[in-house]
Each structure stands twice: as C-alpha cells, then as structure tokens.
C-alpha cells in the first residue's frame, strides 16, 4: 500500500489542530500494475481514527481490499495511540461489511438521503 497525502485530510488536519493535540494523515491507497485498485482516506486526532472514504474497483470487491485498508489504518492508528476507529456509510453501500468486520453502529439517521439510512460505526482496540 502507498501512502498519498490527501489534501482534504491535510487542510482538515490543519483546521483541527486547535481543537486536537495530535493529528495525522493515515490516507493510503492499492495499486496493481500501475492502476489504483483502491484507497482509503482517514486521519487521526488523538484516540480516534475517522475513515471518510474508503473504496474499491468493482472487480475488486470481495477479495479483501477493503479489510486489509481498513486494517492497516486501524494498525497505524493504534501504533500512533488511537483506541477507536469510526466509519459511517449509506444503507445502499456497506453496513453489513462493517458489521462483519466488527464494528458497531452507535448512531442511524433513517431515513437520510431518499429512503436510505446514514450510519455511523466504531470499533475499539
């Protein structure tokens, strides 16, 4: 996986920096034969991790792409002491992929957009 600073996450990270002790840009994406296959744009403020995006290619799906970004930012999360990470999602996208992976949906909006809900998801370390 490379990491690719992310100019949102860069100008959030420097908004926030008057609210929060530390941040950090966790951003990174997947490539395969110079084609990004996929990628992840998160950041940390102190103990929590906040994925904004995270995505794959259509033929990527179901092998794994999303768990091992996930997992890589909640590692260099924890590495850099954040004990949370948090996700939120569309009812039309993954809820249940975050369930699988074992977070827990601590808010709901239904509905939020349409007939689909917005929800909110962590997992602790």
């Known amino acids: 996986m490379r990491q690719r600073r992310s100019s949102?996450?860069?100008a959030w990270g420097s908004i926030t920096t008057a609210f929060f002790q530390e941040t950090a840009d966790l951003s990174c994406r997947v490539e395969g034969d110079g084609v990004c296959l996929g990628g992840i744009t998160a950041w940390r403020a102190d103990e929590v991790v906040v994925v904004d995006l995270l995505w794959a290619a259509d033929d990527c799906h179901g092998r794994g792409l999303g768990r091992r970004l996930l997992g890589a930012v909640g590692k260099e999360g924890r590495r850099l002491g954040a004990c949370r990470v948090e996700v939120n999602t569309f009812?039309?996208?993954?809820p249940g992929f975050y369930e699988k992976l074992g977070y827990r949906c601590?808010?709901?909006v239904e509905p939020a957009v349409g007939v689909w809900g917005h929800y909110f998801y962590l997992?602790?370390?």
């Open 106 to 108: 601590f808010a709901a």
């Open 91 to 94: 009812g039309f996208q993954a």
């Open 8 to 10: 949102l996450v860069w």
């Open 123 to 125: 997992k602790e370390f």
